[in-house]
Every structure is written in structure tokens, then in C-alpha cells.
């Protein structure tokens, strides 16, 4: 069985930064690329950022600049700095991952359950 866990959400001062964290457990045989979505309060669910396999990365507009998605192969551990933050930032930040599994030649996407980050002073 494969788990995503967040970790690092946490109340954060306007201009201020956290880091979040997604450490992937289980038994798969790959990590094909992975993301970081948000959901504030009465809003849908947003991307936030994602970063591929090679290294690529993407960014929602209203963090560009501000956050930086990152991953760790080795301890199969995604990272998102969030630098410069913003009261609009606070939502439940999710992680996901397309993971192969080793009961499977397919990818299947996979869900953390969330971590909150509030952004006030």
C-alpha cells in the first residue's frame, strides 16, 4: 500500500516563509511526477505546482516566484518553499504522486491527506 504524508503546515506571518513536506511510503517501483494542490475556504481545489520526473517544473501564476517545488529521489520526499507569503495562501495544501506500483504497469495517482497552512499576523 502507498501513503503520501504532508508534514510542515503550520501559521505563517504575511512575507514570511514555510516549507511542506510529502514523504512517500509503500511498495511502488516508481515516481513519475508529482504535485502540490490547495483548497481554501470555499474555493476548489487548485494546482499549485508540479514537478516531473526530469526535473520540470510548473507553477500556478499566483505563486510564481514566491514557491519552489522540489523532490528528493533518493528519500522519495517532495518539498515546496513558500517564501513571501501571503494571507490568500492559507488553504489545506494536498500532495499527490503518479506512482507505479509493484502490483501494476500503470500509474495510479495517489493523495496526502493534507496539511493546513494559515498565513496571518
Known amino acids: 500500500q502507498v501513503q503520501l504524508v504532508e508534514s510542515g503546515g503550520d501559521l505563517g506571518q504575511p512575507g514570511g516563509s514555510l516549507r511542506l513536506s510529502c514523504a512517500v511510503s509503500g511498495s511502488f517501483s516508481s515516481i513519475v511526477s508529482m504535485g502540490w494542490y490547495r483548497r481554501a475556504p470555499g474555493k476548489h481545489r487548485e494546482s499549485v505546482a508540479t514537478i516531473d520526473n526530469d526535473g520540470s517544473t510548473e507553477y500556478a501564476d499566483s505563486v510564481k516566484g514566491r514557491f519552489t517545488v522540489s523532490r528528493d529521489n533518493a528519500r522519495n520526499t517532495e518539498y515546496l518553499q513558500m517564501n513571501n507569503l501571503k494571507p490568500e495562501d492559507t488553504a489545506v495544501y494536498y500532495c499527490?504522486?503518479?506512482?507505479?506500483?509493484?502490483?501494476?504497469?500503470?500509474?495510479?495517482?495517489?493523495w496526502g491527506q493534507g496539511t493546513q497552512v494559515t498565513v496571518s499576523s
Open positions: 499527490n504522486a503518479w506512482i507505479v506500483t509493484k502490483y501494476s504497469n500503470t500509474a495510479s495517482l495517489f
